[in-house]
């Protein structure tokens, strides 16, 4: 068994094949695995070089397999795996002559296509891929599997949940770096680590991308984190041209000779990528014979790091503190709630913006109601969410299922909110740890309650702790919240929290969260307790509060604790944000100027600022009706003559809709019953990705105050013609970019056209002119963003303007 | 205004006219965002090249049946295939900024591929010396999706360069890039320098094109 062998003895794996393949007539364009059947004994003779080179463990002919599900149909993916395994098998009978045990690793590749919601390629898509090659290859016979120059953590973790669920062979997975040791999608090492980790992979690595010599300073960061034993796989260096062909020019003395000191540093399996062959391998095995067995080497240890992440940087908990934002949650928040009964996923995104640009290093996600799909809603806003932000999330939720359909399609390892001492919370929750990974929040309080001593929270964290064990999650991947207890009933209760902290911490060298907020409720100027609190949490050695980054109070406390501290190294953070403020809001400049104005010349601030001048004396409507809609139709008409631009008009709407939004709490606040608005659908079509068009109709469409059910991008036109009847739509937009989707730009017209004859279409996009919205059989083509406002509002029988 | 900003400026719309000074400041602050954020990644080979007589040119293994390539290409020997992106980062910060500020979002996406286009620039002229000094002229920059040059040759781009693995430049199956602030184009290698124009935009049949270079 390889598992037995993997981290005690130094293992090597095989080199590149491409080159060899070339050698052996493979013409430019060929597909390599198809040789498997139909050059079957030129593969055999390849990989019996590699053996009798001296490598453990030999690829199969499998990189690009997956791929094939895609781009090839003349042969059976089962049959190319299959023939792909017995060749390695065969190669290894004819190769090895010494009696020592070998393996056929199954190589998966990766798909070729960028995943959702930046390409187009689906994440269970992508999981259905890997798992057909998986299940091909555990049943031809593979040893195990080797996941290998994954560029996309998005992507390496589909592959990895896909050959642990679907097969029971050991997981590999090398994932492809650049020099400054960043993915292509942006992610980091310690991200890398983290989410392969909590995926546990037997092993994890690097290969190709590089030579050895540019291998060695990311190993050692590798080797920092990760506590599975460590692949490297260099290229034969840096790839170099000549006549238009790609070639590698290290050569087997100088790769092996870099080799050792690779394994030296204790990589635990080496081997070779592009441009490496069984002569390098052969090198690198004479160069490490006396290396073979790990005990001779130097025994490394990682650190225990508390990491999360996301696709990008990772966030490391335990050293600076950090802030975990709060406010995506709808607790005690009316119109978060009526954002989540509404569907607007928009809403909740601004929420995640708004704290990360003040300051949050992690989201915080609860999206609990009652009479809410929660699981669904999760997934979705938490897909979203990484859509728009590259900050770790804290996926919180009380429902299981929600919990677990985020983890499944969370791209990185999350923070997960939370397990607690009950027997039943840990039977429910611990299991998702293992399977998904993540850093779970551990809350002191069991079947019993939430003990009234430092020590008896201790002791259930504690608990906590060794029943995480028995699933194989480490310590570093539990953070403690030792609660905080409002202490207008329990006066104990901030004292409690604070020595309860320290506790455990010095008891098992845990990171700690709090919800910091609790500790004020029932009491007035909450802000003053909050803030004082937290710094006092911090002074304990909280590793990150959960608290409100909107707050100018919490972020004081925290920005001061870091200056004082020296987290913030020659106060650069302090003084970045505080030089030069006073304690008083500025007024906004241009005074004396109308709302109409504002909004023509597009600034935001004097227009939510004049909203609410205006409202002390006129009603809302008249507002609207007297200074906005004047103002929006005279940018609008210049936008037309030409005179105004487009960045103008927007900016304008921008302005208009700040106001709209002051205006629209008045209305709310009178009791004013607000006008039924117009429904119109907006999509690009399925196949299209690009939405910024769409984008910008939809702002001036909802400045003319109609009701805009955005359905986003790359949309099937079975989900727009179930919105529209769903909905009862009279009208619908939709955009394409390119001639290759205006097919399906018509596909949905027709569609809508059988199912909801009512429904007018408008279109438009780059592509698109009046001859070409004719012949799909479109109702309006609008050239530019105001036509299509101008034909909205001809659709629901309004004044033109 | 340096020629980035000119080029962001024209793909606003704006035209003869003079941009405005606000949006001349969202211009500028993109372009910083931009350069602290965005790493432009390029992979380019070299292929040799056969350009019969009758509408097709063929690099390789690859026939591409386009008049207007064929006109671009006629006397060349050698081709440059070459892919380039600025990384799904910039697709993250325009739907960012759709969501809280769609201005700004409208001026980042012009912004971008201004950057693109420069980025693709500074690049063509390194190589120019270095084929200069091989004894080869260039000719401009085509892409699929030119005139007659059918879209659904990026396929073969993304094969033929292994853009995925080396720069993580993809396709939809639409064909259209992911992410999408990318770029595929050939680019002819000749033995004579044969004046050429400049660059695409002027040689497009759209007169009536409001982002026209003027």
Aim: with cysteine; proline share 4%.
């Amino acid at each position: 068994m390889i598992l037995e062998r993997l981290g005690k003895e130094l293992l090597y794996f095989d080199g590149g094949t491409g080159t060899l393949l070339q050698e052996k007539g493979m013409k430019p364009g060929e597909l390599p695995e198809t040789w498997n059947l139909t050059h079957t004994e030129e593969m055999v003779d390849i990989h019996r070089q590699y053996f009798e080179a001296g490598s453990d463990i030999v690829l199969t002919n499998t990189f690009g397999a997956n791929a094939l599900k895609f781009h090839n149909t003349d042969y059976e993916l089962e049959d190319i795996v299959a023939a792909a395994v017995v060749n390695v098998k065969e190669g290894a009978w004819m190769g090895v002559h010494d009696g020592r045990e070998v393996y056929a690793a199954l190589d998966i590749g990766p798909t070729g296509k960028l995943l959702k919601p930046m390409g187009d390629l689906d994440f269970e898509e992508a999981y259905d891929a890997f798992k057909e090659v998986a299940r091909c290859g555990e049943e031809a016979g593979a040893d195990l599997i080797h996941i290998e120059t994954m560029s996309d953590t998005y992507e390496v973790k589909a592959a990895v949940l896909a050959a642990k669920e679907n097969t029971s062979l050991p997981v590999f997975a090398t994932m492809i770096f650049d020099e400054k040791g960043k993915l292509l999608t942006g992610g980091d090492i310690p991200s890398v680590v983290a989410l392969l980790e909590g995926l546990r992979v037997d092993a994890l690595g690097i290969n190709c991308g590089m030579g050895p010599a540019q291998m060695i300073p990311l190993l050692e960061e590798i080797l920092k984190y990760a506590s599975v034993p460590v692949i490297v796989k260099p290229n034969a260096g840096l790839p170099k041209q000549k006549d238009g062909q790609v070639y590698y020019d290290v050569t087997p003395a100088e790769f092996a000779k870099i080799m050792r000191e690779i394994a030296e540093m204790g990589a635990s399996a080496v081997g070779g990528c592009c441009g490496t062959t069984p002569r390098h391998i052969r090198a690198l095995v004479k160069k490490t014979e006396k290396l073979k067995s790990l005990s001779v080497r130097e025994k490394r240890k990682a650190e225990d790091f508390t990491i999360v992440s996301s696709y990008g940087k990772a966030v490391i908990l335990g050293e600076e503190p950090r802030i975990i934002g709060e406010r995506i949650n709808p607790t005690g928040k009316k119109k978060f709630k009526e954002a989540l009964k509404n569907h607007d996923i928009d809403y909740i995104l601004r929420e995640g913006i708004a704290q990360q640009d003040a300051g949050a290093h992690i989201l915080d996600v609860n999206v609990g109601l009652p009479d809410i799909d929660e699981p669904a809603l999760m997934k979705e806003t938490v897909t979203e969410l990484q859509s728009v932000t590259s900050l770790p999330l804290q996926i919180d939720s009380v429902d299981v299922r929600a919990l677990e359909a985020a983890m499944r399609i969370y791209n990185g390892k999350p923070m997960i909110n939370s397990v607690n001492g009950k027997q039943e919370s840990m039977d429910a929750v611990l299991p998702l740890i293992q399977k998904y990974g993540g850093v779970v929040v551990g809350l002191t309080l069991d079947e019993k309650g939430i003990p009234d001593t430092p020590e008896g929270r201790a002791d259930i964290a504690g608990k906590i702790i060794e029943e995480a064990k028995k699933y194989g999650i480490q310590k570093k991947d539990i953070v403690i919240d030792v609660l905080a207890m409002t202490i207008s009933s329990d006066p104990e209760g901030a004292k409690t929290t604070l020595a309860a902290l320290r506790l455990v911490k010095e008891r098992y060298g845990v990171c700690t969260v709090l919800g910091v907020s609790n500790i004020s409720f029932g009491l007035p100027c909450r802000p003053a307790i909050n803030s004082n609190f937290y710094t006092m949490a911090l002074q304990a050695g909280l590793s990150a509060g959960i608290i409100n980054p909107l707050s100018e109070d919490m972020m004081r406390s925290y920005d001061s604790f870091c200056a004082l501290m020296n987290y913030d190294k020659n106060c650069e953070r302090y003084i970045g944000r505080y030089a030069g403020q006073t304690n008083t809001a500025p007024a906004p400049k241009n005074e004396g100027i109308t709302l109409r104005t504002a909004i023509e010349k597009g600034l935001k601030e004097e227009a939510h600022h004049l909203a609410g001048v205006l409202l002390a004396e006129r009603k809302p409507l008249e507002i609207i009706n007297e200074e906005m809609i004047p103002a929006l139709d005279t940018v609008g008409k210049g936008f037309e003559k030409g005179t105004v631009f487009l960045p103008q008009l927007l900016m304008s709407a921008d302005a208009a809709k700040i106001a709209f939004a002051v205006l629209k709490d008045a209305i709310k606040e009178t009791g004013d019953t607000e006008q039924k608005r117009d429904k119109i659908v907006l999509a690009t079509v399925k196949g299209d990705i690009h939405d910024i068009g769409k984008n910008i109709v939809k702002v001036l469409l909802q400045n003319y105050s109609f009701d805009v059910i955005d359905l986003g991008k790359d949309v099937a036109p079975e989900k727009i013609v179930e919105t529209v009847i769903r909905e009862d739509v009279k009208l619908a937009g939709l955009s394409a970019l390119m001639t290759t989707t205006v097919a399906s730009m018509e596909e949905t017209i027709k569609k809508l056209r059988e199912k909801k004859p009512d429904c007018k279409v408008m279109v438009g996009g780059a592509v698109l002119n009046q001859e070409y919205a004719d012949m799909i059989g479109a109702d309006f083509y609008g050239k530019d963003a105001m036509q299509s406002v101008y034909y909205a509002q001809k659709c629901f029988g309004r004044q033109e303007i | 205004m340096d020629s980035r900003v000119k080029e962001a400026v024209r793909y606003l719309g704006y035209g003869r006219h003079a941009v405005d000074e606000k949006t001349k400041g969202l211009v500028r602050d993109s372009f910083e965002e931009l350069d602290r954020t965005v790493q432009g990644r390029l992979v380019y080979r070299i292929f040799e090249l056969d350009v019969p007589d009758d509408g097709r040119v063929k690099i390789e293994d690859l026939e591409i049946a386009s008049r207007n390539l064929a006109k671009n290409m006629k006397g060349c020997r050698r081709a440059v295939m070459l892919g380039a992106t600025l990384g799904i980062q910039v697709d993250m910060l325009m739907k960012r900024y759709s969501l809280t500020d769609m201005t700004r979002a409208l001026v980042l996406q012009a912004c971008a591929a201004a950057a693109l286009e420069e980025y693709l620039d500074e690049w063509q002229e390194k190589f120019k010396n270095e084929a200069a000094g091989e004894g080869y002229y260039l000719r401009p920059r085509f892409s699929p999706g030119y005139g007659d040059f059918d879209i659904s040759h990026q396929k073969d781009f993304i094969r033929m360069l292994d853009s995925a693995k080396k720069i993580g430049l993809t396709m939809t199956d639409g064909c259209m890039l992911t992410p999408t602030k990318s770029v595929t184009a050939v680019i002819g290698m000749s033995r004579e320098d044969i004046p050429c124009h400049k660059k695409g935009c002027e040689e497009c049949k759209k007169t009536d094109c409001i982002y026209r270079r003027q």
